[in-house]
């Protein structure tokens, strides 16, 4: 083979062990073996915990978004429309997408680190010898978790994030509020809401699954726990990152045809 | 009765294990000796299907595990018990929980029982009353206890030990010998030893096996391996380097 072909192998390599994790899981998941205490828990490790970074993400998006949106809009006079935008941008691209990058950064990294750091320190083993395979203990409780706790992050991101630049937009910039919140309500639709929570859900997926598949295959010692942690956010950001632009491309003419 | 066929393990390019054969009797005491490095755990840990070899085969009971999923060998892996070098506790968990982690998943104990098993599984280690302290809060021996207790509470049939003594202080690595002899002698249960304490080893096999460069360099009662002249056994048995060869 040739050298410059070591990475895209490797890259293939990894590509096809997260999917054959997520089969696993998902098998699991199906077969109903996680446990509701443990994915509780995780729930609340990725929802409530969160709080604080999604609130104040959300917020000072809607308002930088808000106020940019108005300068320009100012120029053409369309300040009524600048709800609109905020809205929509929210609802489909910008409130998913930057939860998923923050719970990337928090608990992607959190989950690395910690399989990581039972990898090495013998526990995964010990589980296996404790008859409990580490899919069913570790992964799916925590797969089920981003799955529930991402959309709903995602829809209390985009709440703040309007209430933001609405309170920017009428209450420092002047726009007329009734005009604002009709062109908001008139522009916005279902489609845009349901397309965030769809991508919300996925982006949870690959939160948990890049987080925990480089946990549990992360190299020996703190060096290694070091390395799956930064290399689980990077990945999970990036595949985020990309995904958005495959599912804005392939979800808004499959949700326009069933009428939303 | 576990038997291993011609074992062969690679890590890249170094040969860790080149063809062992061992067989392990039911109910004996099999201490497995070996510098450190040479593929002791590597063995340990193939016993019971932690690591694939690259050749060769493992048989529980009859039963070829050397290629089994890692579903079917959640199975095998009940008649098992193993103590880790590090004892390996659940950080997130108590001691209690800990311990009682096999019954997580078992609808026919309630809670009580399962209470009551911890609790006598903590007192055969000697540790009574302290389900409630974090694996954090413990000293190394105690970590190493209650590492034994939660790999005896569903009482296995084979009790794997990785390093039992190591990093511990005479006094307490004698505690952790008395403890695994006395679990040896009251549950009955076939013991894997793996140590290079060889105080340790004399004291809790029935046979004693060496891992010298890959393979089972010598096998029999502990007796014979410690009254052996054989210039390797010797070595390693007095602890004697050689200057011609310092392999460090």
């Known amino acids: 083979m040739r050298p410059g072909c070591a990475w895209w192998t490797d890259w293939l390599c990894g590509l096809g062990r997260v999917a054959l994790l997520a089969r696993e899981a998902f098998g699991s998941l199906l077969r109903g073996r996680a446990g509701w205490r443990d994915v509780l828990y995780q729930i609340y490790f990725m929802g409530v915990k969160s709080q604080s970074v999604i609130l104040i993400t959300g917020a000072f998006t809607g308002m930088v978004l808000a106020a940019q949106t108005f300068f320009q809009f100012h120029k053409v006079k369309m300040d009524t429309a600048t709800l609109a935008v905020v809205s929509v941008s929210m609802c489909s691209e910008l409130g998913p997408v930057l939860t998923g990058l923050m719970v990337a950064g928090r608990v992607g990294a959190a989950i690395a680190a910690e399989l990581g750091t039972m990898r090495v320190t013998e526990q995964i083993d010990a589980l296996r010898t404790l008859a409990t395979h580490p899919v069913d203990y570790l992964v799916v409780p925590r797969l089920l978790a981003a799955h529930i706790a991402l959309p709903l992050l995602t829809a209390e991101a985009i709440t703040v994030g309007i209430g933001a630049g609405y309170l920017v937009g009428v209450g420092l910039l002047g726009i007329d509020a009734a005009y604002a919140w009709h062109n908001m309500l008139r522009y916005t639709g279902a489609v845009d809401v349901i397309m965030g929570l769809i991508k919300a859900v996925i982006y949870g997926g690959i939160v948990a699954l890049v987080g925990c598949y480089k946990g549990l295959n992360c190299g020996l010692g703190a060096e290694g726990v070091g390395r799956a942690t930064t290399e689980a956010v990077v990945v999970a950001s990036i595949s985020i990152l990309v995904a958005n632009f495959f599912l804005t491309l392939g979800l808004t003419p499959l949700l326009t045809a069933l009428g939303l | ?248």
């Not at chain 2, 193939?46 to 060998?73: F, K, N």
């Open chain 2, 1 to 248: 009765m576990i038997e291993v066929r011609h074992l062969t393990k690679r890590f890249g390019s170094q040969t860790v294990l080149d063809g062992v054969n061992l067989r392990i009797e039911c109910g004996e005491s099999l201490v497995i000796i070996g510098r450190s490095g040479g593929g002791k755990s590597v063995l340990l840990k193939h016993l019971i299907g932690l690591l694939q070899p690259d050749a060769g085969a493992v048989l529980v009971d009859g039963q070829d595990i050397t290629y089994m999923d890692e579903r079917s060998l959640l199975q095998v892996r009940r008649k098992f018990g193993m103590l880790f070098q590090s004892a390996a506790l659940f950080d997130s968990l108590s001691v209690a929980e800990n311990v009682a982690f096999a019954f997580r998943n078992r609808r026919d104990l309630t809670p009580g029982e399962i209470a009551r098993r911890v609790s006598e599984a903590l007192e055969l280690v000697d540790l009574p009353g302290i389900e409630h302290k974090r694996p954090a809060e413990l000293s190394g021996g105690m970590r190493k206890r209650v590492g034994l207790a939660r790999a005896i509470v569903y009482r296995p049939e084979i009790l794997l030990y990785d390093e039992p003594t190591s990093g511990l202080d005479p006094i307490v690595a004698d505690s952790i010998d008395q403890l695994i002899m006395r679990i040896r002698d009251c549950l009955r249960v076939t013991s894997v030893v793996v140590t290079h304490d060889m105080r340790s080893a004399r004291r809790v096999g029935h046979r004693v096996a060496m891992l010298h460069e890959g393979r089972i360099y010598a096998v029999g009662s502990t007796e014979e391996i410690f009254a052996s002249t054989d210039p390797v056994l010797r070595r390693f048995i007095d602890g004697i380097s050689d200057p011609k060869h310092p392999d460090f």
